[in-house]
């Protein structure tokens, strides 16, 4: 049976995996994750739960390194075909974790509590890190301190519709709250006390916010329906785009610090990529395909890099240029969980999350340094195969060919040697060769091939160099 287009599309990028993997994923069965939020400068995470449960998450990046080495190691001794597709393994190397809502203890859980009547909607931190803000479906939105999860204060929320999305403004004072009827409320972050009213941003639910910082601290983007709208948090809406005739889903800007260039997930599937310069964010100006499925989180790498990673409902991470709109890499999250939510903690680690999963993900210098490594354990270990263990028996078993007159006078010598008398043989042996190399020393000077693995991480880093 022939495959579609999708199919091929769908293959093609599987091929593109990278050879990055996770050092920890954590399972949550028993509870839907509604919301996650990496802390900015510490390796804490943020889960907010279908139940008004709120968990913080705490790891240790070195020790998970760590871990997820050895036992790689461990598994490709056992199996020699072990790679490092996690695409295409049953055998998980790195830490995995099983968390219940009623578990007592865990070393992964710094805190936990029941924060909202019914399910908690949003979270996220503020740009310190030392405050947690969390909304739920019961209209109460609640400051915490981040460490200790204690609620410093709460204000009920004059909000008619649901809460969609949260995010807080990363140079003023500000939060920013979408709802599912289109509408943003804006609140003030040290009273809770709300400040202004943006109404119908979108005929339906706000998907996402973006602030634009780097030209006007008070500017945002919002997401929904199938149009952006910029508004001004103080004057209203400036603009909105045209009808794409495909829902939002998502939006990000690739570079915080230059704020012209926006990249949103689409509903059919693909990126499209909004420029201000172009057309002040009046319609798309490019789109780049990624199968059927919809694109509902993205991010920016924040590396300088003009990249975005992409989360799609098909469980992959594609990591997507913004120039080219060529992927360049592609991660799997899971293969029956969506990619709702994206982040990247405090050392610009990639984080995905769906609804009952979270996987913090390694780097590529990582990787690219354990292959290195391995390289050099495995041409260690040829080398010790090789080498002679004693260079006077290797002798025997070496065939040297002479000179015309040199053997002609070696074989009459030789034929009036005793042959038992081995150490004489040499001594002969030795004048007659004169100025040829010992074949012991012969053998050890031979070069040695060297494999390199001709890695797509590798050619993707020089990619990047060139840009």
């Known amino acids: 049976m022939a495959k579609t287009k999708t199919q091929i599309l769908q293959s093609k990028l599987r091929k593109q995996e990278s050879n990055v993997y996770p050092l920890l994923e954590i399972n949550f069965e028993e509870m839907p994750i509604f919301a996650m939020a990496a802390h900015p400068s510490k390796s804490l995470i943020a889960l907010g739960f279908a139940t008004g449960h709120v968990q913080m998450i705490t790891y240790d990046p070195k020790t998970l390194k760590e871990e997820a080495r050895n036992l790689f190691k461990a598994f490709r001794s056992d199996y020699k075909g072990q790679t490092k597709s996690v695409m295409n393994t049953d055998r998980k190397w790195w830490r995995v974790d099983k968390l219940k809502i009623h578990a007592t203890k865990d070393s992964l859980i710094q805190w936990k509590t029941k924060r909202h009547k019914g399910s908690c909607r949003a979270l996220c931190f503020d740009p310190s890190g030392s405050k947690l803000f969390t909304a739920g479906s019961d209209n109460v939105l609640k400051c915490a301190n981040s460490v ?41 972050q040290r009273t809770l006390k709300k400040l202004h009213f943006i109404e119908n941003c979108h005929g339906d639910a706000v998907n996402g916010i973006v602030s634009l910082a780097s030209t006007n601290e008070n500017e945002f983007v919002s997401c929904g329906s199938s149009s952006l709208t910029h508004f001004n948090v103080k004057s209203g809406i400036i603009a909105e785009s045209e009808d794409q005739e495909d829902e939002i889903m998502s939006v990000t800007v690739v570079d915080p610090d230059n704020c012209e260039v926006l990249m949103c997930g689409m509903s059919e599937g693909g990126v499209s990529v909004w420029n201000k310069n172009s057309n002040n964010f009046d319609s798309m100006i490019r789109k780049t395909k990624t199968g059927e499925d919809s694109v509902d989180s993205v991010i920016g790498t924040l590396k300088g890099d003009s990249c975005v990673w992409a989360g799609t409902s098909g469980g992959l991470v594609h990591l997507i240029h913004s120039k080219n709109g060529k992927i360049l890499e592609t991660r799997e999250h899971s293969k029956t969980d969506d990619v709702t939510f994206l982040d990247l903690d405090y050392e610009y680690r990639l984080i995905t999350c769906g609804t009952d ?100 991480n590798l050619v993707l880093g020089s990619f990047f160099a060139g840009l």
């Open 148 to 188: 200790t999860g204690k609620v410093l204060y709460k204000v009920v929320l004059d909000i008619k519709s649901r809460i969609s999305k949260m995010i807080v403004a990363p140079t003023k004072p500000l939060i920013l709250i979408g709802d599912e009827s289109g509408n943003v409320h804006v609140y003030d």
């Open 357 to 456: 999963r979270v996987r913090l993900w390694g780097e590529l210098q990582d990787v690219e340094k354990e292959e290195d490594e391995e390289e050099q354990e495995e041409e260690e270990a040829t080398t010790e195969e090789e080498d002679p263990s004693d260079s006077s028996d290797s002798t025997n078993d070496v065939e040297i060919d002479l000179p015309k007159d040199i053997s002609s006078e070696y074989d009459e010598n030789k034929s009036s040697i005793n042959s038992n008398d081995d150490s004489r043989v040499v001594s002969d042996r030795s004048a007659l060769l004169g100025d040829i190399d010992n074949p012991s020393e012969s053998i050890q000077k031979k070069k040695r091939r060297k494999v390199i693995k001709n890695s797509g």
